[in-house]
């Protein structure tokens, strides 16, 4: 069992940038996809950015594209997401997720089995 550990979250003012970081233990996950959900209050929980295992593909969800960046070290078992331009909306909860299967992708969030237990972003306008 794989356990995730994110960081690096807090309150921001509109316009500014964060980096958030998911620390990886248990399980290597060279082979395995990593992506970033998030969950704002009173709202379901939605996919953000993920990427492949090998690092080279990287997916978006329409309201980050253009500001945020996902990366990985898989030296270092870890994931990343760089957020700048932030805006009010981007206020939630931000969470770091690996999938069922290895080498495998998808946004749904039934396909993803291990969770960490988030980190809050907070943009006041």
């Known amino acids: 069992q794989v356990q995730l550990v994110e960081s690096g979250g807090g309150l921001v003012q509109a316009g500014d940038s964060l980096r958030l970081s998911c620390a990886a233990s248990g399980r290597t996950l060279s082979t395995y996809a990593m992506a970033w959900f998030r969950q704002a209050p009173g709202k379901e929980r939605e996919f953000v950015a993920a990427v492949s295992w090998s690092a080279i593909s990287t997916w978006y969800a329409d309201s980050v594209k253009g500001r945020f960046t996902i990366s990985r070290d898989s030296a270092k078992n870890t994931m990343y997401l760089q957020m700048n331009s932030l805006k009010p909306e981007d206020t939630a909860v931000y969470y770091c997720?690996?999938?069922?299967?290895?080498?495998?992708?998808?946004?749904?969030?039934?396909?993803?089995?291990?969770w960490g237990q988030g980190t809050q972003v907070t943009v006041s306008s």
């Open positions: 997720a690996v999938p069922r299967w290895a080498k495998y992708y998808s946004p749904r969030i039934t396909d993803f089995s291990s």
